[in-house]
């Protein structure tokens, strides 16, 4: 009888890559999330579509060599974007990313770097990522949200995300909560998102500084006249210090994500959710008891409410990337049969 | 070699009963959707628990009766009822039925019939049987929504009813889409279904003859001071009249029922959505176009409404008898692993 060998067990490593609208965060994680190694290049997304995959790719490629390592040794390679992927591996048009509309997204990523790439929505894949490596593992309906400079999320339902059957949907950030209201981004009044993020709250900031004539820390973000996108760690700053204008726009935020996670509770009965983006990176202690407690008041029936557990993200800038690589794991394993 | 048999295809027998608030509707269906015989009797829910569950075994009994059917006759029963229905067969508390909170649905009901019982939601359950026998057949991802007294609603997803971890979800009625607006029967402020549903409408109509002093033929619903909800063939009347008020009213519920569909259109990209219920059985008709141009402007990305039909509903006042027919054959089959 021939003599047992021991089996082999060297993990299979895999590309993630957060193709973000401002920055590329690149990933070499090993099929355990174990992250092996890290790179990142701003997105130039002005520069059109040709150009921030080629800096995609090079953002993959300088991060392996760090560990001296080149696409070949990856088993696949998952791709996260601000827009949905078709299908067919092509992008529709991005807001912010000019150019995309129609463009060979996965296409050109395999001739880029010669191996299997896969794509997903970004709040997709942070979804999937908490899902499968962080806050939101073993949890059988998971809702994710990612407060930043928009509202985004992502819904796993019994393992596997929920992507509309024309893979559009799942646009979290963009139900009518006060219709009328406040004009969102995407052209629509009243979206969660026109209140729920750093758009929206840096908006309200503007006003109260602009038309009120208050006095504000956050003041220097208005300029000319116009407001910008206020940094996360400035409202930290703001907020720890009691600067009222920032006090009453974050409890403002922290009230409508909670109007907003009321009705997903309603909707899907999840048993998690979890919250992550700058702003909860920043403040999540803070403001997570007043998100729960406005979702509370929302939830139908009242009862539901007690069998979601609510909780903060755990992979922070990591969850994209991570969870673009298990959704490449997930796809290749598919594949293949495994 | 022993000759072939034909295999004989009689077709299975199931009952079905829809116990409303008011009402209680009782169906003998086959196995292929095709309903033998049904009877009705006033649900008389103030009596309390018991005395309902008598009754709806007896309607149903009646049902079977004219057909000279007996319960031994039945391969399983579903039975629908306006609360969810938990895990274990019992049901939580019930606004509109008193003494149900905790009462053993299923288990009164094998007793009652001695055959098996399952349950289910009724807003659930009808759209089970359309999504089975009427207009969501084939839909991958189907949304229904009932307006009648409320805004019922169900999701079947990949075949089957998303329910939330807790058996308590899918209250697609009970989402926040104007915040601080108008009071709503679960008491919360702003839901869908204080605008999308008969007592919405009823509530504004009241408002515009008892506080603006406006004619309308719909008056007569308003007495003391108080309102009654309308009935659905006098909406049809006053709106097909022209009633202003009337007019009024009812293009504001199908505007928030438009909103509402374009939200869940943004949430799940179904393929399919149907819409039921007294108010779209008297005035689907005038009334869809409204609801589906409200919906295409507030689905976001826009060109994911293109790819959802929005559809009325086949079943009328069957669907939800079906659905818990649809239903019962279901969970037997899986139970018994054909």
Redesign the interface.
């Known amino acids: 009888m021939a003599k047992k060998q021991a089996v082999k067990t060297e993990p299979r490593l895999f590309g993630g890559v957060d193709v973000g609208g401002t920055k590329i965060l690149a990933m070499v994680v090993d099929d355990k999330g174990n992250v092996v190694s890290t790179a990142k290049k701003k997105t130039k997304g002005e520069a059109g579509f040709k150009v921030v995959l080629d800096r995609a790719a090079a953002t993959l490629q300088e991060a392996l060599e760090l560990e001296n390592l080149a696409f070949a040794d990856l088993a696949a390679i998952g791709v996260a974007v601000p827009v949905?992927v078709m299908p067919d591996g092509t992008t529709?048009a991005a807001s912010n990313l000019p150019g995309w509309k129609g463009a060979p997204l996965i296409a050109t990523m395999e001739k880029l770097t010669g191996r299997p790439c896969f794509g997903e929505n970004d709040c997709n894949a942070g979804t999937y990522g908490e899902y499968v490596w962080g806050a939101g593992k073993n949890a059988?309906?998971l809702i994710g949200f990612f407060v930043g400079t928009g509202l985004g999320g992502g819904?796993v339902?019994h393992g596997e995300l929920?992507?509309?059957?024309?893979?559009?949907?799942?646009?979290?950030g963009?139900?009518?909560?006060?219709?009328?209201?406040r004009i969102c981004g995407?052209g629509?009044k009243?979206?969660l998102e026109s209140y729920a993020s750093k758009t929206g709250l840096s908006r309200r900031v503007a006003w109260e500084v602009l038309m009120e004539g208050r006095q504000s820390v956050l003041a220097q973000y208005v300029q000319d006249g116009r407001y910008n996108t206020i940094k996360s760690s400035a409202l930290q700053d703001a907020y720890r210090k009691g600067d009222a204008v920032a006090v009453e726009a974050l409890d403002e935020l922290a009230h409508?994500l909670g109007?907003g996670i009321?009705?997903y509770?309603?909707?899907?009965?999840?048993?998690r959710i979890v919250i992550g983006g700058g702003v909860f990176e920043a403040l999540g202690k803070e403001l997570l008891p007043k998100v729960k407690e406005t979702a509370r008041?929302?939830v139908?029936?009242e009862?539901?409410f007690k069998?979601t557990k609510i909780t903060l993200a755990e992979l922070g800038d990591y969850a994209v990337g991570m969870g673009a690589v298990a959704y490449a794991k997930d796809c290749l394993d598919k594949k293949t049969g495994k």
Chains 1, 2 share one sequence.
């Open positions: 949905p529709p059988k309906t819904v339902y929920i992507v509309g059957e024309n893979r559009l949907a799942a646009e979290l963009h139900v009518t909560v006060k219709e009328g209201g995407c629509h009243g979206c409508y109007v009321g009705m509770i309603t909707i899907f009965g999840p048993d008041l929302r139908f029936p009862p539901s069998d």
